[in-house]
Each structure stands twice: as structure tokens, then as C-alpha cells.
């Protein structure tokens, strides 16, 4: 059964918060049925140096970001590989708060980025044992899915397998107990809209 296309995303930023703190790597995947078919990955110049902290949790160092480019110079490149696709990520609104911080600061007034999200942190807080750590790195151990942390396209490819199985268990829940019984127009919506746990858009 076809899920569509969507981006997997995830980033390294200096801290959590979108508006003092800036983006150090951006990882995604453009997926489709459990294939991957392209891949964005680059460090991100913050325009400063990194607090010890940062580094420790990142493992991304002054040094690696001596030659990255600044947010500008790849903003219009990962636009296009978003495309207007649905974003998936483990906790995905935190990203796509930075995400969009960033391009609307580096697009003409006016400009507007809006997308739909997929929340694998949703998901299986939905589908998985309340007594189950829901971390990206827990869920990666549950799971038996290799990773490597705090990278940003590893956390993507680690995301995207994450979703993976997290589908297969949707797909038992949906045909076993709930048969997906959302409709439209009185048609029976594709599986793939059960997943959407929320719309992306802030303002």
C-alpha cells in the first residue's frame, strides 16, 4: 500500500531554543514505500563558536565547521529537496521550528513555509508499552536498529527505519482493532493519513 512521498529531517543546533540558537547540520532523507531515494546532508556555519556542550552532545567541533557554508548560502538547495513533502522526525516540531525560523529569515518578506509532520516520538508514544523509553536512541535499542546519535543524517536514516517499524505496528493496530475508519467525501482514507498526529504549521 503506497504511503507517498515524504522527508525525513532531523538537525544538530546549538541549543534548544529556535530563536537565540542556530543550526550546525542538517540530515534528510526523501523516502517513498520504505525506499530511499535521495539524501541531503551538510554542516551549517553558526556564525560562532560552539559552547563545550555543544560539542559534547554533538561531537561537532569548531574545526568542522571552519569551511560550512552559512544558512543562506544552502537555504534555496534544501527547499528544493523539501519540496512540499510531509516531514517526518523524532520530535519533529522541535526541527521544524529551527527549520523555519531560518528560512524565513533568509526569504523575502512575505515568504511562508508551511508543511505537514509526521511525529515518530508521537507514534510511539501511541503504539508502544507506557513503561518503554521513547528516545530516539532507546527506540533505536528496542528496535535493534544500528545508530549513531546526536548526527544529523544518522539520526535521519535511524528515524526512518524507527518509522518503518513503527508502520508495521500501525498497520496490526489499524487492520486488527481500529480498521482505519476515517473518511472523506465517504471514501476510506489511506493508512498513511492515520499517521499524521499533527499539522506542522506554526505562526
Not at 534544501?78 to 533568509?106: P, Q, R, T
Not at 508502544?128 to 544529523?152: D, G, M, N, V
Request: aromatic share 10%; hydrophobic share 45%; glycine share 6%.
Amino acid at each position: 500500500m503506497s504511503r507517498g512521498k515524504a522527508v525525513v529531517l532531523d538537525l544538530e543546533t546549538t541549543g534548544l531554543n529556535p530563536r537565540t540558537d542556530k543550526i550546525i547540520e542538517i540530515g534528510a532523507l526523501l523516502v517513498e514505500d520504505g525506499e530511499i531515494l535521495d539524501t541531503f546532508s551538510t554542516f551549517v556555519s553558526p556564525g560562532r563558536k560552539l559552547l563545550p556542550q555543544t560539542t559534547e552532545i554533538t561531537g561537532i567541533t569548531d574545526e568542522m565547521l571552519e569551511h560550512a557554508p552559512v544558512f543562506a548560502d544552502i537555504a534555496e538547495k534544501l527547499l528544493a529537496f523539501l519540496g512540499e513533502h510531509v516531514l517526518l522526525g523524532h520530535s519533529i516540531i522541535s526541527d521544524y521550528a529551527f527549520l523555519k525560523k531560518a528560512l524565513v529569515n533568509e526569504q523575502p518578506k512575505g515568504f511562508a513555509f508551511e508543511r505537514n509532520g509526521l511525529d515518530t516520538l508521537k507514534i510511539a508514544r501511541r503504539f508502544l508499552p507506557a513503561e518503554q523509553k521513547k528516545a530516539l536512541s532507546a527506540l533505536t535499542a528496542y528496535f535493534q536498529i544500528p545508530h549513531e546519535p546526536h548526527r544529523a543524517l544518522a539520526d535521519a536514516q535511524a528515524t526512518f527505519l524507527l518509522y518503518e517499524k513503527l508502520w508495521d505496528l500501525l498497520c496490526l493496530h489499524t487492520f486488527f482493532h481500529f480498521s482505519c475508519s476515517m473518511t472523506e467525501s465517504g471514501r476510506v482514507l489511506p493508512l498513511s493519513v492515520c499517521f499524521v498526529y499533527f499539522a506542522a504549521k506554526q505562526r
